[in-house]
């Protein structure tokens, strides 16, 4: 399983982005999906999960109303949309996907994205 983020950029504060995490050798529908970021020197946080079906999601608070996760089985690709963006919102942003269950530890997360770069300027 392959996992490519890709539409990260520079953008200012109160600008939008959409990120994409392409995958490739498993049915979209078969994974729990998410997105990680992790800024400069500091630990990898989790942002978002999405379950198989898309029924449930889960943010962390400091992006909720801002960002919004979608998927689509059929093209194979989960989005991170992003609006109302701030300078704390500047890292590398990771997918990461899951065969069993979502949830906001990484450890539970079989496949990673190499990471789309966001940065946002104030």
């Known amino acids: 399983v392959q996992l490519q983020a890709s539409g990260g950029g520079l953008v200012q504060a109160g600008g939008s982005l959409r990120l994409s995490c392409s995958v490739s050798?498993?049915?979209?529908?078969?994974?729990?999906m998410a997105w990680f970021r992790q800024a400069s020197g500091k630990e990898r946080e989790f942002v978002v999960f999405?379950?198989?079906?898309?029924?449930?999601?889960y943010y962390v608070d400091h992006v909720k109303g801002r960002f919004t996760i979608s998927r689509d089985n059929a093209k194979n690709t989960v989005y991170l949309q992003m609006i109302s963006l701030k300078p704390e919102d500047t890292a590398v942003y990771y997918c990461?996907?899951?065969?069993?269950?979502?949830?906001?530890?990484?450890?539970?997360?079989?496949?990673w994205g190499q990471g789309t770069k966001v940065t946002v300027s104030s």
């Open positions: 990461a996907a899951s065969t069993v269950v979502v949830t906001t530890n990484s450890k539970q997360y079989d496949y």
């Open positions: 999405v379950s198989k079906s898309g029924a449930s999601t």
């Open positions: 050798g498993r049915t979209l529908s078969s994974l729990g």
